[in-house]
């Protein structure tokens, strides 16, 4: 597709919560052991939010980091998109409470709720205002708390998840080869039921009496999700390759969706991906939903994994079920 104008990275910024849940914690918790999670996983501790700490808030420090390193103002933003499953509040957008906060009075805002993929689909929806010429500067949020819809009690789904919020500023420029290359969106709904929250929507709203099925926590097929998950990855990577005629030697940096290292692996070793190539911080924060992409791309600036001029293919999936990918040209300057 011909776009009229670049849509250029020219910040990150993330926030984690102050509370951290170590394996050894939940061992306390519930019928497991630091030894398997990590093993399954790669996960050795997440943060989960406290006190104060809320979607909104962490999404605000992750943006104000991400906009002093793009050396702009709240006022100089035209838009804020914030992928996120667990905004504060039903009602209205997670991102309208950013807005608020930072005083970002000129933008419009609103919320992707893509789960997982929410870092991706709301950097690719930012991507398209920018490139037509509709937007100078797009600020693009990943925020979750996803420890308020986990059931503490289950084994399969509480040991992998953490909170936290990342940030990235879309600056519309002139030259089309920077910035966001190509891009990639899938949607399978049928397999919705793998990944899901049944209750507390308008179909099965919550009520005293269905409160006690736990069907308001997170339910998820693990099996499922991981057979999908590397073929997602994988599919993913070979369309956004494939648009700009390069291949994986061409790529300096993997950034995939954190969700388990083993599907990371699984996907680098079917892509022939050099262990250099990849990029992994599942380790310190567990599968962060909306911000695991975001955080991962500002982790791996600041540990000078990302040069200028270098190709990143950044890819993710999760509930919908969903999957998506875009090739980013990281150049400052
Ligand atoms: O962003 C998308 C979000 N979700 C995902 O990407 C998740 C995708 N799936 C996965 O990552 C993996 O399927 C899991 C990590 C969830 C599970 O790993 P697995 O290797 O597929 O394990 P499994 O489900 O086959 O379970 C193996 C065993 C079972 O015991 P038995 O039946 O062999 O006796 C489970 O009951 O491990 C048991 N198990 C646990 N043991 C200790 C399951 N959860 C735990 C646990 N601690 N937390």
């Not at 509040?89 to 005083?103: D, F, I, S, T």
């Not at 519309?172 to 990944?195: A, H, K, R, Y």
Request: hydrophobic share 40%; proline share 2%; glycine share 10%.
């Amino acid at each position: 597709m011909k776009h009229l104008k670049g849509a250029q990275v020219v910040g990150v910024g993330k926030c984690l919560p102050q509370k951290i849940l170590t394996n050894h914690d939940l061992e306390t918790m519930v019928e497991t052991s630091d030894d398997w999670i990590s093993e399954r996983t790669g996960i050795r501790q997440r943060h989960v939010i406290s006190g104060s700490e809320t979607v909104s808030t962490m999404a605000v420090a992750a943006a104000r980091q991400a906009m002093e390193m793009a050396a702009i103002g709240p006022m100089d933003l035209d838009l804020i998109i914030m992928g996120s499953f667990t905004a504060d509040h039903k009602l209205p957008a997670g991102a309208c409470m950013v807005q608020a906060e930072l005083g970002a009075k000129r933008a419009g805002a609103f919320d992707i709720n893509s789960a997982c993929t929410g870092f991706i689909y709301s950097l690719l929806t930012a991507a398209q205002f920018v490139k037509s010429g509709t937007c100078k500067y797009v600020l693009v949020l990943g925020s979750d708390a996803t420890s308020t819809v986990l059931d503490w009690t289950d084994r399969n789904t509480c040991v992998l998840f953490g909170d936290g919020a990342s940030a990235l500023v879309l600056k519309q420029t002139e030259d089309t080869g920077v910035g966001i290359l190509s891009q990639f969106m899938c949607t399978d709904g049928t397999g919705m039921c793998n990944l899901w929250i049944p209750n507390g929507g308008s179909r099965w709203p919550l009520t005293e009496k269905n409160i006690g099925d736990n069907r308001h926590f997170v339910s998820m097929s693990g099996k499922e999700v991981y057979r999908f998950a590397i073929n997602a990855l994988v599919e993913s990577s070979h369309n956004v390759l494939a648009q700009e005629g390069l291949t994986c030697k061409d790529i300096a940096l993997m950034v995939p969706h954190q969700a388990n290292a083993r599907i990371i692996q699984s996907a680098a070793n079917r892509l022939e991906l050099l262990d250099e190539q990849v990029y992994i911080n599942i380790d310190r924060y567990g599968n962060t939903v909306g911000a695991s992409v975001g955080l991962a791309l500002c982790d791996a600036w600041h540990e000078g994994r990302i040069k200028e001029n270098d190709k990143l293919l950044v890819v993710g999936f999760g509930a919908g079920l969903s999957w998506g990918a875009t090739l980013i040209h990281w150049s400052l300057k």
